[in-house]
Every structure is written in C-alpha cells, then in structure tokens.
C-alpha cells in the first residue's frame, strides 16, 4: 500500500495532466471518425451505404459520454437514414445510442422507451451480442431508478447471452454490474467479490475500461468499509486508467469519492475542492446524477463546517434534482443530511419530516421482496448455469463413448472380415440395442422432469391461489377503509336524531307526570301522543342507523356468493353518497358537485350485490380522487364534477353504451363519469392490470380497477373506459340483464 504523501502527490499531479491528455486523445478519435464520414459524403448515394450509416453511429456513440446531446442527435440522423432503406441493424444502434445518451442526462423514462425498441429490433434479427449490449443498458437505468429487482433482471439476461457467447469483454461488465447492485443494498462483501472477478476477467482479455471501472467501484466499497488508504489507492488506479479511456461519467463518479474519502478524513477544504470538479464535469456533460451527488456533498462539508445555510442550499438542489429523475438512492441520502441539518438548527418538524422520508426511501430498497427477488435471481442464474455444464459433459461423455464404440466396430471388421455377414447381423442387433437403452433412458429422464415440473406447477399453483386469495382480502378491507369516514357521517345523523328525540321525550314523561298528579285528562292525552310519535321517529331512525351497519358489515364481509335481486339504482346512490363522505372527512378542504340519472324502470337485477358494490365504490372514489387533484391546480372556475348515471337497454348515449346494450343483448349499463385531467393514452393499456397505479407511493395499490374488471367479467359484463386527455374520464359497466 502506498504511503498518504505519494498517494496525495500522485493524485495531484495526475489532475494536472489529466484533462489536457484527455482532450488530446477524443478530440483525435472524434477528427479520425470525421475524416471518414466527410470522405462518404463525397460519393454518390452515400447515404443509403450501410457502411456510412455503421460509421455514423459509432460517432455517435463516441460523443455519448462527452456531449450526450450530440449522441442523440446524430443517432436520429441515423435512424432516419436506416428507416428509409430498412436497415435492421442501423436503426437497433440508433436507437440503442438514443436510450445510452437520455441516460446520461437523467431522462431515464425516454431512455427505457428507446432501449425497448431497440431490444426488439435485435430479437427481430437474432443478434445476441445487440440483445446482450441493450440488456445491460437498461439494468443500468433501472439500478439509477431504484428499481433493482429489474436491473438485477436485466443484468443477468445479459450476463447469460454474454457467457452463451463467450464474450468475457460483457461478462466482466455484467459481473460488475451486479457487484453494484450488491453494494447498494449494503451487501459490500458480495458486491466486492463481484468487483474482483470482474477485475480479474477484465485483465485476462485487456479490457482496460473494464479495469477501469472494477478499480473505481473496489475503491468505493473500502471508503464504506472505512479503509480510507485502500480506497484512495484503488480509485488513484482507476484515475490514471481514466486518462487514456476519456470516459467523463468515471472521472466525475472517481473526483465524488476523493471528496468523500477527504472529508472523512477531516480534510475539508480538499474535499470541498474534489465535489466542486464533480460538479463541474456533471454540468460539462449534462448529468443531472452528478450534479446531485456533487451537490449532497457540498452540504456535507458544509453542514461539518457549520455554515447551515450553504448546507440546506446545497442539500436541497441535490434533492431536487434527484426527485426530477427519480433516484432513489439520492433521495434517501439527501433527507438523510436535510433531517441532520434541521435537527442542528432545532427545527424539530422539518427534521422529523425528512427523517420519514429518508426512512420511506431506505426502505423501498432493502425492502423484504426485492431482497427476495434479487436472492431469487441469483439461484436462477446459478441453476441454469450448472445445467449447462452438465449437459456440456453429458456432451462430452456420448461423444467418447461413440468414438469407443466406433474403434471396436472397425476393430472387429477388420479381425473377422471372413465372418462378414454374421458380423453384420451381430451390429444390427448391437445398434437396435443400444438406441432401445438410450432411448429407453431418455424416456426415463423426460418422465422425472415430467414429474418434476408438475410437482413445481401444482406447488406454484397453490402459492398462487394463496397469494390472490390474500390480494383480494386486501383490496376489500382497502375499500372498507374508504367506506369508514363516510359511514361515521352517515351514522351520525340519526343517532343525532334518536339522542335528540329521546331527551325530548323524556322531559314530555317528566310533564305528563305533573298532569297526572293534577288529573289534567285532555293534557295527559296531548302528551302522550307527542311522546308516541317521538318513539315512532326513534324507531325510524334507530331502523336507517341499523340499515347503515348491515350494509358495512355485509360490505366487509366476504358474502355467501350467491346473485340476489338487488336494486342497482339504491346501491350506486348509497356508495355515491358514503365516497364522498369518505374524501370529505380526509380532506375538508375539498367539495364536489354530485349528479345522479338514475333510470327508474330498471327494477331489481340478479347480481352478488358485495362484489358489485366494490366496483362502484371503487369507480367512484377514483372519480374523487382525480378531480381533487385537478382542483389543487388551482385551475379558475373549475368545479369539480362526478356523475353517476344508470340505464336500462340504452336506446342512446355514449357509442360504447348502445354498442355493448346491442351484444349482449339486453342490458344494464352503470357509468361514472368525472371532469379530471383523464387518462393518458400511453398508459390507458394497462389502467386494468394487477399492481399498476398512477397515485403516489402509499396512497394506491393498484389492485382496484384489476379485480373491479375481473368481477364484472365473472357476472357475465364488461368493464370500460373512454377517456379524453385534459377533460375527464367515464367507466362503463355493462351487466346483463337477468331479473
């Protein structure tokens, strides 16, 4: 290990030099690239050559790290150039290119979309070594998201197409990838056995920015593990490797941890120094992660020097920008220094504000199913990489065995060539035995795996049964506790009435009392039919507040199952009635205009009144729910607007009303309708599907519209939308109708 002085010398001198060199060696690779582009252009139709649009993106790529935007905006050149002669390949690069340049910007949403597309394209062609780059692209992306379960995901694809190929440039990378996925979640051991291997492997193939990289992320792990020396010497490798690759994303992240590993070290001013360079080369490349993590540590070397107003200005720029992109990670370390910085100043609300929020962020990472998925993924890969080995083995048994096979044969042939014919019937009945063995132990071998994925089928099977049966336990008591303000509401309005009529009541008995000790008959008689039509109004009352428990309980309860005529018109006015008390009592800020069209002649129909009851509470909460946050806009004039609306074989209406009324026949169509912000088309696709939510963290569980669509498909119906970007949304549930 190097002593502190060289080590501070090394580095010094190195930041010295470093960025001249640098320049020096992209600006000659970029002028290099140029040359042969400008030399194309000089022929005819040079842009439908394949070769010129392979150069162009490869151009592109170069500038991914240096100037992101020039990345994508020769990467659309490109792909317009593929789009109009069909060239498969040039358009996957373009696109590949796209997604790797919206990264370096933090756009991390456009980036998936155009790495998705990519991915396609290569499926479409084949191209493992296309699908194995653009994997790895979107694992990176995912990890910055937060969303390690699917980085973990993408990673291993990719590391399992690389190690197919033989490519150990790739399964260095993909090793260190997953080694960071490690390391985010605080498992430093694994993450820097990871790092390691990726080391090594790098080394043996010469894959300096490989190298590169496995040193940098080494360094990290020995700063969190406080081997302050140790890192600083890794990351000084990492630095002058640095020199020859330009790579400015690895200079920005290697200048973050000198700044770290200084300010741990008490070292302030340096440490000061380092995060400013950091911040310096995020901007230059458009990097909004390191502009944040340049910013968090500028708030802590001011936070230590007790300047708490460059502190918060810091620390709050670096959450900020982590918010804009959604990274996770950031977001918890930034609360995490804001909670301390509040705490210093003794503003005991805010610092117990962003201590919450630095736990709700801690614990979306190492939250117990994306440990389970990560441990998961892990064994998967595993698994199916002894399968490989095996069946290379089994392999390489038949072919020795073959090839002693074939000695023997040509050995006898050649000892008994008189005994030709004999030989001859002897092989045939050799060989019909043989292929009946093996074909018989293959047919063994397919049985047991029979078996075998049947018992793993029917094990999945009930774990599933198991798991939906809980969802939907939820996603009840979810909506009962929806129902629950409304319900007090309701309640309490004729138990003010029996309380209120009681008191009354008792003080006419106290009245009649003194008539009677008068033998006032007539005013005793008066009395008396006062208090009767108090105990009638009692009794009507304490009936509606019964009514009201009944219909919680059977709410809450799991039901027998069965259809019974129910009065559709009666339930959907209640369940209006009980979702807006609901949202009224979390938020008495906020007021609704409610409309019903109730169509009279419908009468009762067949129908498991619980179930349907939950699609309608469900519909109509979200109608609340969008048209709040349409209000919080502040938008003039606007008022907020839910209609509940039922119709009997609809002769009109919306086209989706008369066209499902016409298929099935016969029908009752109940519609909720809103005046919100509607849906985007984008995702309108998947508004049904299990576990998708637009609502924030906590506040949605995405299971509502999923089992809402699966209990009008079990009554026979359909559940729709139209929707209309900026205006508002309608649900239609169509039922048939059976009295």
């Not at 060696?25 to 194309?40: C, G, H, N, R, W």
């Not at 390191?290 to 708030?299: A, D, M, P, Q």
Request: glycine residues 6%.
């Amino acid at each position: 290990m190097m002593p502190k002085k060289t080590i501070r010398l090394m580095i010094l001198l190195c930041n010295c030099i470093c960025c001249s060199q640098l320049l020096q060696a992209q600006q000659t690779e970029m002028d290099s690239l140029s040359i042969v582009l400008e030399k194309f252009r000089t022929s005819a139709n040079y842009e439908t050559d394949t070769n010129f649009i392979n150069t162009l993106n490869l151009f592109a790529f170069k500038y991914n790290q240096i100037k992101p935007d020039t990345t994508i905006l020769l990467s659309r050149q490109s792909l317009d150039l593929s789009n109009k002669i069909d060239y498969l390949k040039g358009k996957a690069d373009a696109l590949k290119n796209m997604g790797l340049g919206y990264n370096v910007k933090g756009e991390y949403n456009q980036s998936l979309t155009f790495l998705a597309e990519a991915l396609s394209l290569w499926k479409k062609a084949g191209n493992l070594k296309g699908m194995g780059i653009v994997y790895y692209a979107t694992g990176i992306i995912f990890s910055n998201l937060g969303n390690y379960p699917e980085a973990l995901e993408n990673y291993f694809q990719a590391l399992k197409i690389r190690e197919e190929l033989g490519d150990k440039h790739g399964i260095s990378s993909s090793i260190n990838a997953i080694g960071a996925i490690y390391f985010v979640q605080g498992k430093f051991n694994d993450a820097l056995t990871h790092y390691l291997k990726s080391l090594k492997l790098s080394r043996e193939v010469n894959n300096q920015t490989g190298v590169e990289s496995a040193y940098a992320n080494i360094g990290e792990v020995y700063f969190r593990q406080a081997k302050y020396e140790a890192a600083q010497e890794s990351l000084f490798k990492a630095l002058k490797l640095n020199e020859k690759s330009g790579n400015r994303e690895n200079r920005a992240f290697i200048s973050l941890m000198l700044g770290s590993i200084k300010f741990k070290q008490g070292n302030y001013s340096e440490a000061m120094e380092y995060y400013h360079k950091t911040k310096a080369l995020a901007i230059e490349i458009g990097s909004k992660e390191y502009t944040s993590r340049s910013n968090l540590g500028l708030g802590e070397v001011s936070l230590a020097l007790k300047d708490y107003d460059k502190s918060l200005k810091h620390t709050q720029d670096g959450v900020s920008i982590a918010r804009q992109i959604g990274y996770i990670e950031l977001l918890r370390d930034g609360n995490e220094i804001l909670t301390r910085i509040y705490e210093t100043k003794g503003m005991a609300t805010q610092a117990l504000f962003h201590h919450k929020q630095f736990k709700l962020y801690a614990d979306s990472i190492n939250n117990q199913q994306t440990e389970q998925r990560t441990q998961n993924l892990a064994a998967d890969y595993e698994y199916n990489k002894k399968e490989i080995v095996l069946k290379a083995e089994q392999e390489k048994k038949e072919i020795e065995f073959q090839k002693k096979t074939n000695q023997q044969r040509w050995i006898i042939f050649s000892a008994f060539a008189a005994l030709f014919s004999a030989l001859v019937v002897a092989l045939l009945i050799y060989r019909s035995r043989q292929k009946e063995k093996k074909s018989n132990l293959l047919l063994h071998r397919k049985n047991e795996e029979i078996d075998k994925q049947k018992n793993i089928a029917e094990k999945s099977l009930a774990e599933l049964k198991t798991t939906q049966a809980l969802l939907i336990q939820s996603e009840k008591m979810a909506s009962l506790g929806e129902l629950t303000a409304g319900i007090a509401h309701e309640i309490q309005n004729p138990l003010n009435f029996v309380n209120n009529f009681s008191e009354v009541s008792n003080e006419l008995i106290s009245e009649m009392v003194e008539e009677v000790d008068k033998g006032n008959t007539a005013e005793i008689k008066l009395i008396a039919k006062d208090v009767q039509q108090n105990l009638e109004k009692i009794l009507h009352h304490g009936k509606r507040a019964d009514a009201i428990v009944k219909g919680m309980l059977q709410h809450s309860s799991s039901g027998s199952g069965k259809k019974e005529p129910t009065d559709i018109n009666k339930l959907a006015d209640e369940y209006l009635r009980l979702a807006y008390h609901g949202l009224r009592a979390k938020d008495k800020s906020f007021n609704a205009t409610m409309k019903t069209e109730f169509d009279e002649g419908i009468g009762n129909i067949n129908i498991i009144p619980q179930d349907i009851g939950r699609v309608i509470l469900n519909l109509i909460t979200n109608a609340f729910y969008v048209t709040n946050e349409k209000q919080k806009q502040g938008l003039e004039s606007y008022e907020p607007t839910v209609t509940v609306k039922t119709l009997k074989n609809p002769p009109s209406g919306s086209q989706a009303e008369r066209r499902e009324g016409t298929q099935f026949g016969g029908a009752v169509v109940i519609s909720v309708t809103d005046n919100g912000n509607g849906i985007p088309q984008k995702i309108l696709d998947k508004i049904f599907q299990p576990f998708f939510t637009t609502k924030p963290t906590g506040q949605g569980t995405g299971l509502g519209l999923s089992l809402s669509y699966d209990i009008v498909k079990a009554h026979g119906g359909e559940l729709k939308v139209e929707t209309k970007e900026g205006e508002g949304s309608k649900f239609i549930i169509v039922l048939p109708f059976i009295q």
